[in-house]
Nanobody, 125 residues
Framework: QVQLVESGGGLVQAGGSLRLSCAAS????????MGWFRQAPGKEREFVAA????????DDADSVKGRFTISRDNTKNTAYLQMNSLKPEDTAVYYC??????????????????WGQGTQVTVSS
């Protein structure tokens, strides 16, 4: 079992920045690929970014490319999502997730084994 807890969400003005953290406990964090997803009211959950278990490969959704950066620190059992140049359309609940096995299908939410409870990000215009 892996327990995931997100933090760092909040209210920010458009153009601002936030850094989300995802703290993991339980089984070896370094063996899991990590992903960030988000869900806005009335919309389906969508992929935001992912990083391989080694940290040597990342992937970003086109909507956040150049603005968001995913990273991880395996010594701290934590994954991060640095969000810059935030836009009102980034408003959503952000979830981190952990996927075992090879770093494939990281954009697919159903491929992930464990999920956090989510943290709200609200961007005002």
């Amino acid at each position: 079992q892996v327990q995931l807890v997100e933090s760092g969400g909040g209210l920010v003005q458009a153009g601002g920045s936030l850094r989300l953290s995802c703290a993991a406990s339980g089984r070896a964090f370094s063996l899991y690929n990590m992903g960030w997803f988000r869900q806005a009211p009335g919309k389906e959950r969508e992929f935001v970014a992912a990083i391989s278990w080694r940290g040597d490969s990342t992937d970003d959704a086109d909507s956040v490319k150049g603005r968001f950066t995913i990273s991880r620190d395996n010594t701290k059992n934590t994954a991060y999502l640095q969000m810059n140049s935030l836009k009102p359309e980034d408003t959503a609940v952000y979830y981190c997730a952990a996927k075992s096995g090879p770093p494939v299908r990281l954009r697919v939410s159903t491929a992930y084994n464990y999920w956090g409870q989510g943290t709200q990000v609200t961007v005002s215009s």
